[in-house]
């Protein structure tokens, strides 16, 4: 059985930070792209920061520069480091696994964690 779960969200004031953490079972870690996702009331969940099986990266323009996203595959675990939080970046935020195999994707998903930035 795959599980993703998240940690590590809360309330903090603007310009504060927080690292969001999403720990995995059940898969082969090593060999999945990660992802981590927002979605705010009412609107779409969007990307926010991604990491391959590689290690390479790649970020949303609007938390460029204020996040990174890392991962340790001898714990199973992917972070979220988000800095200089804004009050637009509350929402809850998932973690993603993904992996391609011969056309077969098979994509796991976390139950979120709220993050609410706001003085």
């Known amino acids: 059985q795959v599980q993703l779960v998240e940690s590590g969200g809360g309330l903090v004031q603007p310009g504060g930070s927080l690292r969001l953490s999403c720990a995995a079972s059940?898969?082969?870690?090593?060999?999945?792209?990660m992802g981590w996702y927002r979605q705010a009331p009412g609107k779409q969940r969007l990307l926010v920061a991604n990491i391959t099986s590689g290690g390479s990266t790649n970020y949303a323009d609007f938390v460029k520069g204020r996040f990174t996203i890392s991962r340790d595959n001898a714990k199973n675990t992917v972070y979220l480091l988000m800095n200089s939080l804004k009050p637009e970046d509350t929402a809850v935020y998932y973690c993603n696994a993904e992996y391609v195999e011969m056309a077969i994707v098979y994509d796991y998903w976390g139950q979120g964690t709220q993050v609410t930035v706001s003085s």
């Open positions: 059940g898969i082969i870690f090593s060999g999945y792209d």
